[in-house]
């Protein structure tokens, strides 16, 4: 699987849109992009994945460059439960369901 | 449908003794993953299963763990001869064959004295 690099750590105002980015310029054509999120003393939840189209669902909005070597993860109107470690990982199906390969992640705080 | 429920919560244990954690998958779903974590890091796959076959198995699974899943139902880790460095949080997965998302469980935590 391709590796993923994401920054350390981000801050974001409550209500305001949170834009998290996602590196992965060695990805290639038949892998997805998927993010999951583990907030603090839990285990990880799965938030959203996609090939090269945008999508969205009732948790966040994925944008993925043209060339694929990008993504955001969009959380339209962040709340104080957003705060999390969001996990960025590229992965080979479309059916998540071997292993994942998660990295360190990004740690998003929303402000109040 | 509770999710996904593992049992202990936390365990703490002197270096040296073995241990044995459990998971219960959601019901209706074939494959069951065990995923290790310690602080500061993201999940590190250990094994997962398809029923009660064990499919992969990670170079982390030591001789020293060993993890069953009788009759495609629970799942159990034992971990032998526990070393401080066994200390992590162990999570648990399960999704069905046609499923792009895995279900985590709230993890047991493990602390080796």
């Known amino acids: 699987d391709a590796k993923t690099t994401q920054p350390t750590s981000m801050d974001c105002a409550e209500g305001r849109a949170a834009n998290l980015p996602c590196n992965h310029s060695?990805?290639?054509?038949?892998?997805?992009v998927y993010w999951y999120r583990q907030i603090h003393s839990q285990g990880p939840q799965y938030i959203i994945h996609?090939?090269?189209n945008n999508e969205t669902n009732e948790m966040a909005s994925l944008i993925i460059t043209e060339d694929r070597k990008s993504s955001t993860l969009i959380l339209p109107h962040a709340t104080l439960r957003d705060t999390a470690v969001y996990y960025c990982?590229?992965?080979?199906?479309?059916?998540?369901?071997?292993?994942?390969?998660f990295g360190t992640g990004t740690r998003l705080t929303i402000i109040p | 449908d509770t999710g996904v429920s593992q049992d202990p919560r936390h365990k703490i244990t002197k270096r040296g003794q073995n241990v044995t954690f459990r998971c219960d998958p959601i019901s209706e779903h074939n494959r069951l993953y065990w995923y290790r974590q310690t602080l500061g890091q993201g999940p590190e796959f250990l094994t997962y299963?398809?029923?009660?076959?064990?499919?992969?198995k990670s170079r982390l699974l030591s001789d020293r763990f060993s993890a069953e899943r009788p009759k495609g139902s629970f799942s159990t880790l034992e971990i032998q001869r526990t070393e401080q460095g066994d200390s992590a949080m162990y999570l648990c997965a399960s999704s069905s064959s046609q499923e792009y998302e895995q279900y985590f469980g709230p993890g047991t935590r493990l602390t080796v004295t």
């Open positions: 996609g090939l090269k």
């Open positions: 990982i590229v992965y080979i199906s479309n059916f998540g369901n071997e292993k994942l390969t």
């Open positions: 060695t990805i290639s054509g038949n892998e997805y």
């Open positions: 299963f398809q029923n009660e076959a064990q499919l992969e």
